[in-house]
């Protein structure tokens, strides 16, 4: 167990929806960051932040937005949603950098959008 | 960002030592470079880290040469048990950059 929590696990839903991911970080980590990986592909980074700041963009795209709150959560927010965009989506956290620091990823939440 | 070059994948027995090599050319002066396992549908883990020379924990070795322009993550006595993917990442201090990925990594394969 890594520490860092999602939710939820499993979700289905159609194209054309929005969704909100969950993350909780582990306990006293600062550093949250979003991948997404398909199904065979690696991970793809899609952004990171840095107590409640965004810190790092990857190839995010501008349907997907994310925030982190005071209490360290970060929420994934996927909206129009296309077939595509269906893969596991991961939370990682960390104490600091992004490179420097050991990530510690969580069990992912498994999107398939139909 | 210092782009790295792994096997797409390798072949291993049961009890054999695996050495994964990474090449990352154009490694920066700051960067630091990672070692991650992932099983299937599951978060990738953290293996171990290293700057330069060489580093040993309790699950792997990390050599570093003086040039640090490729690193190799030494698994000792692998077991089926080690089958998984192996991502390598060179680290760029530089917070906002656009191009950080894992790769498609090293999907290692343990036989009996």
């Known amino acids: 167990d890594s520490g860092v929590t999602q939710t939820p696990k499993h979700l289905i839903t159609a194209t054309g929806q929005r969704v909100t991911l969950r993350c909780s970080p582990r306990s006293g980590d600062l550093s949250v960051y979003w991948y997404q990986q398909s199904l065979d592909q690696g991970l793809q980074f899609l952004i990171q932040?840095?107590?409640?700041?965004?810190?790092a963009k990857g190839n995010i795209l501008e349907r997907f937005s994310a925030q982190q709150f005071p209490d360290l959560h970060s929420e994934l927010n996927l909206s129009s949603l296309e077939l595509g965009d269906s893969a596991l989506y991961f939370c990682a956290s960390s104490g600091g950098t992004i490179y420097t620091d050991t990530q510690y990823f969580g069990p992912g939440t498994r999107l398939t959008v139909l | 960002l210092a782009k790295t070059t792994q096997p797409i994948s390798m072949d291993s027995y049961e009890g054999q030592e695996v050495n994964i090599t990474c090449s990352h050319n154009n490694i920066a002066t700051n960067d630091y470079i990672t070692w991650y396992q992932q099983f299937p549908s599951q978060g990738p883990r953290f293996i171990i880290q290293?700057?330069?020379t060489k580093v040993t924990n309790e699950v792997a070795s990390l050599f570093i040469p003086a040039d640090r322009k490729s690193s190799t993550l030494s698994l000792p006595r692998v077991s089926l048990s080690d089958t998984a993917v192996y991502y390598c990442?060179?680290?760029?201090?530089?917070?906002?950059?656009?191009?950080?990925?894992f790769g498609a990594g090293t999907r290692l394969t343990v036989k009996p």
């Open positions: 990442l060179v680290g760029d201090p530089n917070y906002n950059n656009n191009d950080m990925r």
């Open positions: 290293g700057y330069k």
């Open positions: 932040y840095y107590n409640g700041e965004e810190r």
